[in-house]
């Protein structure tokens, strides 16, 4: 994708910018965006132009900290039923995330985790990758990457259809939130540069989302029908919505995206 490339390049100069003037290793570059809007891309265009130039450098997608189907069959038993589905604070193994992060900052050799999607559970650590040092750069990315807690005001009204039918009382999601409040924000505290790639809006990536699907349906021969994509994009909605409209406050460089997920217009913020 050439503007997975053009994004890279400008992400890669606001890094560049910050990265000699911190002594932390390794450098974590956290990169947010909605479900389809590039991350996995630009993450390997970023890569590609910081090793180009003798940076050693990884990538972590967050969704390779989920939980095990198993755990989030259990919290769906313990806690609320909609945890069952991979998304929401709550779903990720936030523990194995900061014990990695701890590991690679004393120069540990490490693993990192792989989830893979099409059976909905964690790969094996046979599978895991293996780095032999910590790298100079580390990629941290995810559709919720960097994001704040909501204000309990904001939680008070269901915002689509799973909500007021599956959540009405609010328990699923003020669990989320008291777990973004908490643990995520200590891991996401190792983010020393964190950009946006902001979507136009929620609606498009409901649409960015169908399209992902129906490629794994091309590649695989099997996937979610589209029905069943649409209600699963309705877990990552609230969330969604609020970082479009706050993290371009206080992230250091925010991307604003067209429906072919190109820059719009040159619109960036740092």
Request: aromatic fraction near 6%; include cysteine.
């Amino acid at each position: 994708m050439a503007s997975g490339s053009a994004i890279a390049e400008k992400i890669e100069q606001g890094v560049r910018a910050r990265l000699h003037a911190c002594a932390r290793r390794p450098f974590v570059v956290g990169l947010c965006g909605a479900q389809g809007s590039g991350k996995s891309t630009v993450a390997a265009a970023l890569k590609a132009l910081l090793e180009r130039d003798g940076l050693s450098c990884a990538i972590l997608s967050i969704d390779d900290l989920y939980r095990t189907k198993a755990e989030r069959q259990r919290l769906a038993t313990e806690v609320h039923p909609l945890l069952a589905t991979r998304g929401v604070p709550g779903t990720h193994d936030i523990a194995l995330g900061e014990a990695l992060f701890d590991a690679l900052a004393r120069g540990d050799a490490v693993t990192l985790p792989r989830f893979d999607k099409a059976i909905d559970d964690r790969l094996p650590v046979s599978d895991w990758e293996r780095l032999a040092e910590p790298p100079a750069v580390l990629i941290f990315e995810g559709w919720l990457v960097g994001a704040r807690p909501q204000s309990a005001a904001a939680l008070a009204s269901p915002v689509n259809a799973l909500e007021r039918a599956e959540d009405a009382d609010g328990a699923w999601r003020r669990h989320a939130n008291a777990q973004l409040a908490g643990p995520y924000q200590q891991l996401f505290a190792r983010i020393d540069y964190l950009a946006l790639l902001a979507a136009p809006d929620f609606a498009v990536v409901e649409g960015w989302r169908l399209e992902q699907e129906h490629e794994l349906h091309a590649r695989r021969g099997a996937g979610m029908s589209d029905e069943q994509v649409r209600r699963f994009v309705q877990h990552y909605e609230r969330l969604t919505r609020h970082i479009l409209a706050e993290m371009p406050a206080y992230a250091d460089m925010t991307i604003a995206l067209d429906v072919d997920r190109a820059i719009h217009a040159g619109d960036i913020r740092a």
